[in-house]
């Protein structure tokens, strides 16, 4: 025990289960097959969709919620979450202080301008003229700082009265990887005293979908569990959601009297090849490098990709693994803020979370050390290692 | 001999290697002459039609080979050409071995790519037709410049860097973001040095429009390298641009066990968030005020120890305002004998690469003893009492810099550099 050992002491999460720390662990620790989905309104493509969610809860101007679009406003709320969550989201002094980084990708563009110039081109032949005539008559002026990455920062900062340092880090799965990374680092070395990390990824929208088709990622036709997606497709379900955690330093989390989840010991990275000779020795190495030991829970992030999750499947059967996307869909940049805040959740209640398929191997003691993955579905890995406090 | 250590007992943190390339050209010697002889990269927009555009120049970079390939692959060139730079002036091989921090521009669909899908399939209209064309394989090629991380992930394999490397997005502040990720790292003591790049050819039709209609741009068409002029009275917005720099930051003491050159210091970074508005800042500048004031700080200096301000200076009314209300709020009276001055005013604003292109002339303006002047500057802002270096370089011992950076979403970051170690 460390006064600069680095605590979780507010987690906010939202996904296709609802939303909060409470009602999630309560839906990982018996889960119900099939979780919510949305098979029609993209098919052939199913999606986790967003819950009811009342965002003036956490965003209560109208204006403010108006400037933003569903993804940053899902990024805001869940925030916001992880502020209440921590006793914080009142204490003015300690949000002007917080230091933040968010894993972000772009928001929404405008679907139908988008679909009016592509088939208008389909009549023309001067498209740059014609994206001109379009995007400047049709363009929402303000839409442009809904799809801004760091205006989701920037919205948390506004709604929130998050002040300190706003860093926003892009690259899919990597960005919550070096975000979570980088938060315990700058916490461990002094560098910061409290830190609001975390990410959220809005998937109802067809151009977010694109994004993973374009290289044939998606899984199509009707849902199928995350650890035996046989059917067409490329494996990954996607789903709405966000995770978002206060991390903070021993010494600053026991000073105020704050409530400690658990401590996140390690946080490691990587950038493999994926050569197919090293993939999995890649992907063993990092979580060896966590002083993984064999059967100890590990809460995967893996996506459903094909080869990136039979890889790791293949890598990390020695573990007792969780796979909790086939719950939520895959998250993108909360992947691994998600698979922390239920590291912390499982070690807090004394409990592993439910089996969701043969391949999850039971886990019946409490447990205090427990290992979290994010493999990304196409580039990037982390992994942590998450303790008792 | 000299300590390794700043007045926080932290590793002091040298620059080693620097590269740089703009509209004005590739590489510190070609930028620096041109930004020495107050030229101007700014000309009318030919890489796409400007028809019912608002503004119709930029700084866009036209010369290379990747110039008309879209947003991902020119800010890839752009970010590996000042690496390469850098790297080589480092003296440092293929393999770079510290960990890269880039600040690049959001990544997007290219609207030529979009286009094409459509065309290549005759099922479904909208984006069910993408769909329909991504699922029969037409999208494979182009997968990778939808993704976040690709631009950094080719730089760590090019360079050599290592692990996961780190893409940051803080708007306007992004460049010095990059450097002061790389300077934290260095002082955790987790490398000895880090690649630290801002690079960003994002400048499309659609990011023109988007930035147009939110009324930040310069419409002052007529006369392209006459349209940026911070500090003016009749400025009237940005220009967009682009570019890219590099800089190898390493602890002093590795910089001199190895016998690398030392460039410049490092010696303090600052950052405060503003949650006023989203792309207005707090009327009375207190963020950016504490921004600067927290580098200062960091950096273990006074505001008297600062010779020369690289400002921000965008052109737009706003930001030059606000601005010279939070200088003039730390430095006092004596602001108006400290030089401010604006690169943007030749190169435009770079964006996300900003930060880090204004730290290379930063450093650069100290080596050299020549402060590159704020050009365009015929209508001084009676407002705005700054000696802006107006129009034509200065020769000066500068020993300090102040760099600020500013951006939507309440960015505001600081860097103190220094041409001594002491």
Redesign the interface.
Known sequence: MSPHDVVITGIGLVSCLGEGAELHWKAFKTPSLPPPIDSERFAPYTVHPLPEIDWSLQIPKKGDQR?METWQRLGVYTAGLALDDAGLKTDEALCATMD?IVA???GE?D?DV??N???A??ARN????L???K???D?R?????A?????M???I??VH????????????E??G??ALQ?AV??LA?G?STHILVGGAFQTEH??M???Y????YLHRGSWEPLWARSGDGGGVITGSGGAFLVLETREHAEARGGRIYAVVDTVV???S?RSEATFAGDIAALVGALGAEPGQLLISGASGANRATGTEREALGDFSLRGFSGLTGHLKEAQLPFAVALAALAISNGEAPGVLADVETPYSAAPERVLTTAIGH?????AALVRKA | MASYKDHLGRPLIAVTGMGVVTSLGAGKAENWAALTSGKSGIHAVTR??????KTTIAGTVDFLPESNEGMSALTYELAAIAGREAVAQAGIGSDFAGPLFLA?P????S?AD??AM??SSDKG???Q???DA??A?H??A??DE????TV??RL??LFGTR?????????CASGA?AIQ?GV??I????ADRALAIGADGSAS??SM??????SALSMQNDRPERASKPFSRDRDGFVLAEGGAALVLESLESAVARGAEVLGIMRGCG?????????RSKPDGS?AIAAVKLALADAGMSEDEIDYVNAHGTSTPENDKMEHLSLSTVFGPRIRSVPVSSNKSMIGHTLSAAGAVEAVFSLMTMREGVIPPTINYDQPDPAIDLDVVPNVKRDADVKTVLSNSF?????NACLVMAREPV
């Open positions: 400037q933040m972000a990708g772009g563009r679907e988008d679909e110039i592509l088939e081109s389909l001067d498209n740059g003229v994206l001109n005539e995007l400047t008559n363009l002026p303000t839409l442009f700082l799809q801004l990455s760091n205006l920062a920037g919205n900062s506004i009265k998050i002040t300190g340092s706003s860093r926003t880090f892009m690259g899919e990597g960005a990887v070096s980088t680092a700058r070395s560098q067809p151009d979908l694109l994004g088709e374009l290289a044939g990275s990587g950038l090849p196409h580039r990037g890995e982390g | 796409f039609p400007v028809d019912h555009m690049s959001p990544i997007e669909l609207w979009r286009l459509y065309r209209a909208g984006y037709r993408l769909f991504a699922r394989g999208g494979r182009i997968f939808t993704q976040f991380g950094a992930d760590a394999v692990g996961l490397p780190v893409t940051t997005s803080t708007a973001t990720l934290e790292a002082r955790r003591g987790e039709a659609e429009i988007r930035f147009s209609l939110l950052e405060k968030a503003d949650d006023f508005h989203r792309t963020p951006g939507f979403g309440g960015q």
